[in-house]
Every structure is written in structure tokens, then in C-alpha cells.
T-cell receptor, first 115, second 114 residues
Framework: AQKITQTQPGMFVQEKEAVTLDCTYDTSDQSYGLFWYKQPSSGEMIFLIYQGSYDEQNATEGRYSLNFQKARKSTNLVISASQLGDSAMYFC????????????FGAGTRLAVHP | GAVVSQHPSWVICKSGTSVKIECRSLDFQATTMFWYRQFPKQSLMLMATSNEGSKATYEQGVEKDKFLINHASLTLSTLTVTSAHPEDSSFYICSYYSDQETQYFGPGTRLLVL
């Protein structure tokens, strides 16, 4: 069975600093996708970044980048130059299924950015 | 990016009543969509997968007779919580699947059953 583990229930970071949110996964599938979503207090799920299991390069999207280590089954999210608006819950997810479209989410990490 | 709407955004109902939640994609059509549930301070849990024109597939532990899903068209799916009880109070979120890298989430519906 697939599993996503986020071991950091909460993280603090100073504004303008970088922060790394950890995520490890467990799957027997050869092909899968890894996602990170941001959920502010409003509840909406905001897509941040995607990494395919066969992508050799780490994904980057603006201030978001992934440290993807396939052998270790980890996909850590790095947020550079943190902003106050980055304060939110962050969820890591793995997509499974034939077209790997079902998402299994981790428990989430609450990030607080301090001025 | 694609926009997905949900209605209502908030609903309070009495125990024993049924509640219908609509999920609508506003600018694209998709055959596959998902319903998730999120209890307070917890993660999202997949409830069911539905494909337009066929019956929904429910995850283990989710009662199909209690959570009725109707994927009426390529742009509309509804989730009906039948005979709601306080333990059904939760945040319900739908998503439309576009491709392997893309899943569009609705803004969610908060259900409170008294």
C-alpha cells in the first residue's frame, strides 16, 4: 500500500529565509507522481509543484523547488525567500492508480513565517 | 488555470437530513473526478472516484449508500450526504483530474450537522 509521511507537524521560519519541508513516501509502483499543495486557512488546495518518478531533474516552480531523492523515497519541498503569505498548511501527496491520478496525502506540515 | 466551483461553501443541517454538494468545473470538461473529506486538523482522505457515465468507486470504509455521487455531466458532479449525522461534519472537497500532473481542486464545502 502507498504511504506518505510528513514528520514535521509544524515549522517556523524567518521572513526572507529558506525553509525545507520533509516528505517521504512508500510505494511499490514503478511509476508515480509526487505533488505538493498549500492549504491556507480558507481551505482551498493550491497546487505548488509536481515531480514525476521518472523525472531526473528536480522540479522547480518559482520560489518552490523539490529535492527529489528517488532511492531514499523522499521529496522535500524547499521554499526560498519566505514571505508572510507562505504561512499555511503544506501537504505532500503521491498519485497512484493506472493513470496515477488518485492522490494519497500526508498528514501535513503547518508553516509559520515570522517577520 | 482551470476553475472549479463548489456550492454551497457552508452548510448547517439537522441530524437525519440529506445534504447535496455540487462540484462544477467552469472552463473545461473532465471524465474523472474525486471527492475528498478532511476532518479538522487532519489530512485529506479520498472518498470516491467517479467517471462520467458510470458508477462511482468508493474507497474502503466509505459507505456508498450514505454518500451518493452523481457524475451528471463532464462539468458537474454532486455528492449527497444522506441521513447526515454529527460525525459527518467535515470539509468536503472535490477535484477534477486533467492529466498525470494536474488535478484541480474546488474551494471546499464545510458541513456542520447538528
Amino acid at each position: 500500500a502507498q504511504k506518505i509521511t510528513q514528520t514535521q507537524p509544524g515549522m517556523f521560519v524567518q521572513e526572507k529565509e529558506a525553509v525545507t519541508l520533509d516528505c517521504t513516501y512508500d510505494t511499490s509502483d514503478q511509476s508515480y507522481g509526487l505533488f505538493w499543495y498549500k492549504q491556507p486557512s480558507s481551505g482551498e488546495m493550491i497546487f505548488l509543484i509536481y515531480q514525476g518518478s521518472y523525472d531526473e531533474q528536480n522540479a522547480t516552480e518559482g520560489r518552490y523547488s523539490l529535492n527529489f531523492q528517488k532511492a531514499r523515497k523522499s521529496t522535500n519541498l524547499v521554499i526560498s525567500a519566505s514571505q508572510l503569505g507562505d504561512s499555511a498548511m503544506y501537504f505532500c501527496a503521491i498519485s497512484i492508480g493506472g493513470g496515477y491520478n488518485k492522490l494519497i496525502f500526508g498528514a501535513g506540515t503547518r508553516l509559520a513565517v515570522h517577520p | 488555470g482551470a476553475v472549479v466551483s463548489q456550492h454551497p461553501s457552508w452548510v448547517i443541517c439537522k441530524s437525519g437530513t440529506s445534504v447535496k454538494i455540487e462540484c462544477r468545473s467552469l472552463d473545461f470538461q473532465a471524465t474523472t473526478m474525486f471527492w475528498y473529506r478532511q476532518f479538522p486538523k487532519q489530512s485529506l482522505m479520498l472518498m470516491a472516484t467517479s467517471n462520467e457515465g458510470s458508477k462511482a468507486t468508493y474507497e474502503q470504509g466509505v459507505e456508498k449508500d450514505k454518500f451518493l455521487i452523481n457524475h451528471a455531466s463532464l462539468t458537474l458532479s454532486t455528492l449527497t450526504v444522506t441521513s447526515a449525522h454529527p460525525e459527518d461534519s467535515s470539509f468536503y472537497i472535490c477535484s477534477y483530474y486533467s492529466d498525470q500532473e494536474t488535478q484541480y481542486f474546488g474551494p471546499g464545502t464545510r458541513l456542520l450537522v447538528l
